[in-house]
């Protein structure tokens, strides 16, 4: 895999634009400081997710050299001849070295492309990201496989899949008067895990809506902000709280008015993949209820409006030993992939098992 190390400068890298575009944002980014030459094909349905990578990748064509072409994707001969037309009114010498990525677009289009380049360019190296993979496999010549060292940002990640994010913050301060998120935790610890009422905070005249919404839940949300980022060396632009997502198609006023049920408490991009998180501190009889009804379909819902690939977290200041069993087997039917609660952080407040978990998938 020399060729991605050390690419020639006339070097042309090309996309078959798909709905899923991070893998074509990843070589993208990963060839991006040694690539100038790039050949996006497209088809009339995948035309905005072009211009959703250009925009996640800061391809500009006064830096880059870049070039698109539309065809028709189920027709092997269309694409061909698509491609000689291409190739000739460009004037694109037969040593041009092509670098492909074959992960995005039909199957016809692949094997279309892949034969014409094979067969007129005689420097065309072959690629694949399998998805959910941090890693290029090379398909021809060679086979070996490249691990990606590009680290996408929440922002590129959202930008890529056609979405605005506006966060609250990565460590927002609490209000004045308040305690910390970890003094918040280290109290809860110290009355040995017992959940404070918060019906007198609510009703509580004299302070604010700032005061209560942080001291009802906000504080736990910023606690394991902080605790995941630290716990997965994530950068401060790879992680979230109080995330509003919305598409970039709607009007910029109605970005983050026009559905407000799609806000993640926590978003985080670590390895290439998107993780969300659902946090609750809830008290009472129906506490338990509440995470596995309320908690598992709200972020279900939310990762099913976004349409995005991503896994899915729930952290819970909840006793769930009661209904273990019940839970987690409904979490692996809603496709769930961690759940957290009390006992959990009474066990290890630095959630070790949780990130051991994490860092091994």
């Known amino acids: ?109 692949s094997l279309a492309v892949f034969n014409y380049f094979k067969e007129h360019f005689a420097h065309s190296y072959f ?72 019906k007198a905070m609510l009703e509580n005249p004299n302070m604010s809506e700032a005061e209560k919404k942080y001291l009802s839940g906000e504080w736990f949300e910023l606690y394991c902000t902080q605790l995941i980022k630290k716990r997965l060396q994530l950068r401060d632009e790879a992680i979230a709280c109080g995330v509003k997502v919305q598409n970039m198609q709607l009007m910029p006023a109605e970005h983050y008015a026009a559905n407000s049920d799609n806000e993640i408490d926590i978003a985080f991009v670590y390895k290439n993949r998107l993780y969300l998180v659902e ?4 008290r009472g009889k129906s506490a338990a209820t509440k995470v596995h009804n309320d908690a598992f379909y709200r972020i279900v819902t939310v990762a099913l409006q976004l349409g995005i690939a991503c896994r899915k977290m729930v952290l819970a200041l909840v006793d769930l030993s009661a209904q273990r069993e019940f839970v987690h087997r409904k979490a692996r039917l809603l496709g769930i992939d961690y759940v957290a609660d009390l006992n959990d952080f009474h066990k290890n407040m630095e959630l070790e098992s949780l990130f051991k978990e994490i860092t091994n998938s």
Not at 139 to 150: N, Q, S
Not at 279 to 282: D, Y
Request: hydrophobic share 35%; aromatic share 10%.
């Open 127 to 198: 690629f694949y990201l399998p998805l959910g993979r941090n890693q290029v496999n090379g398909v021809y010549p060679a086979t070996a496989v490249h691990p990606l060292h590009i680290k996408l940002s929440l922002e590129e990640y959202f930008t890529a899949c056609g979405m605005h994010i506006q966060a609250r913050g990565r460590g927002a301060n609490p209000p004045k008067g308040c305690s910390t998120p970890e003094e918040m935790m280290q109290s809860l610890k110290k009355t040995k895990w017992q959940m404070p009422d918060n």
């Open 1 to 109: 895999m020399e060729i991605l190390q050390s690419s020639p400068p006339d070097s042309v890298l090309v996309t078959l634009v798909s709905e899923q575009t991070i893998p074509n944002v990843m070589l993208i980014k990963e060839l991006k400081a040694k690539v100038q030459n790039y050949l996006f094909i497209y088809t009339d349905r995948t035309q905005q997710h072009l211009q959703w990578i250009l925009q996640a990748t800061g391809l500009q064509k006064g830096n880059y050299r870049i070039f698109s072409m539309q065809t028709f994707p189920e027709g092997y001969s269309a694409i061909f001849n698509d491609l000689q037309r291409f190739v000739e009114g460009e004037k694109l010498p037969p040593h041009t070295p092509f670098l492909v990525n074959l992960t995005g677009g039909t199957k016809i289009m």
């Open 279 to 282: 946090c609750k501190v809830l």
